[in-house]
C-alpha cells in the first residue's frame, strides 16, 4: 500500500485542543488495529498559529488517495476544527519504513 502524510496546523487554544486529544489518539490506535501502520507527532520546536508549538505530521498507509483522503478527514482533530491540514502521498526514494515499526506505547 502506498504511504500518506497528513501535515497539519493548530487552530485553537490548547484547552480546546486539549479536549480532543484522547478522542484523536483513540482515532490513531484504530488506525493501526486496521492495518494503516500510522505514526503521529507534534512538532515540538515549531510555533503553530495560534502561538503555541502547535502542529504535526500523520505518516499512513491507504489503498489510494481517496482512502487516504477519507481516513484524514475522520480525524476528530480536524471535525472539530483543532487543525488545518494538507495531504501528500509519499514516494520512498532511499532508505526503508521497517514493516514491524511501531509507535512508542506512550505519547
Known sequence: ???????????VDRAHFDAHLRAHLDWVADLQRRGHQPSSGYW??????????AGGMLLFQARDWQEAESIVQ?????????????LHEWRVVA?????????????
Open 1 to 11: 500500500m502506498p504511504w500518506f502524510v497528513k501535515l497539519e496546523q493548530g487552530l
Open 95 to 107: 532508505g526503508a519504513i521497517p514493516e514491524d515499526a511501531q509507535a512508542p506505547s506512550r505519547w
Open 74 to 86: 475522520s480525524d476528530p482533530l480536524i471535525r472539530s476544527g483543532c487543525v488545518s491540514w494538507v
Open 44 to 53: 515540538r520546536e515549531c510555533k503553530g498559529m495560534n502561538g503555541d508549538g
